[in-house]
């Protein structure tokens, strides 16, 4: 990642003529807004363990708390990672949920923030987290064993509502 993202630290410091969409050469200035993926690969990317936030730095017993919480900060990370790699002792890298990811690709990128570039995960934290894991296994019929059948519509005139006999259950 390091290497691929390599150009645009000079980009994005001193601007790349580029064509635009209507034509004009125009001074731009690229730089990493966005990062999208999988909670294991956001967690590497911080350079955090997998039982700690990614983005804030939430105990791993308070998440899901809606307390408000400190934002990771890169240069905070990169001393104290850089702290760590010298004494191998640091009470703020524990604290922290570091790992030792020395080098991160994002320490040199311009104008980034690569704790607010950290997207949600809707594959995995909305789909399946939420609707499949949470959802789809408390809402099945109640005399069948039978997932919840989806309805598919032809066209408006298809439509037919769902048998009502679809019961909630919970784990209390
Ligand atoms: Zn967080």
């Known amino acids: 990642m390091l290497l691929l993202l390599r150009p645009l630290v000079d980009a994005g410091?001193?601007?790349?003529?580029m064509v635009c969409a209507d034509?004009?050469?125009?001074?731009?200035h690229p730089i990493l807004a966005a990062?999208?993926?999988d909670f294991p690969e956001q967690c590497l990317?911080?350079?955090?363990?997998?039982?700690r936030c990614p983005r804030c730095?939430?105990?791993?017993?308070?998440?899901?708390?809606?307390e408000e919480c400190t934002y990771r900060s890169m240069v905070d990370t990169l001393k104290t990672l850089q702290r760590k790699r010298r004494n191998k002792q640091s009470n703020k890298f524990d604290m922290e949920g570091l790992r030792p990811v020395y080098e991160p690709f994002w320490k040199d990128l311009p104008f980034t923030d690569i704790f607010a570039c950290i997207t949600?995960?809707?594959l995995h934290q909305l789909h399946k987290g939420i609707f499949h894991d949470h959802c789809h296994d408390r809402v099945t019929p109640r005399d069948s064993a039978r997932p919840?059948?989806?309805y598919r519509l032809?066209?408006?005139r298809d439509w037919t509502p769902p048998p009502l006999r679809i019961h909630l259950r919970s784990d209390n």
């Open 35 to 37: 990062y999208i993926a």
């Open 57 to 66: 730095l939430v105990k791993s017993k308070d998440r899901g708390d809606l």
């Open 23 to 28: 034509g004009c050469v125009r001074r731009v």
């Open 45 to 51: 990317v911080g350079c955090n363990k997998e039982s």
């Open 148 to 150: 919840l059948v989806c």
């Open 120 to 122: 949600p995960d809707i």
């Open 154 to 156: 032809k066209s408006d």
């Open 13 to 17: 410091h001193q601007g790349k003529a």
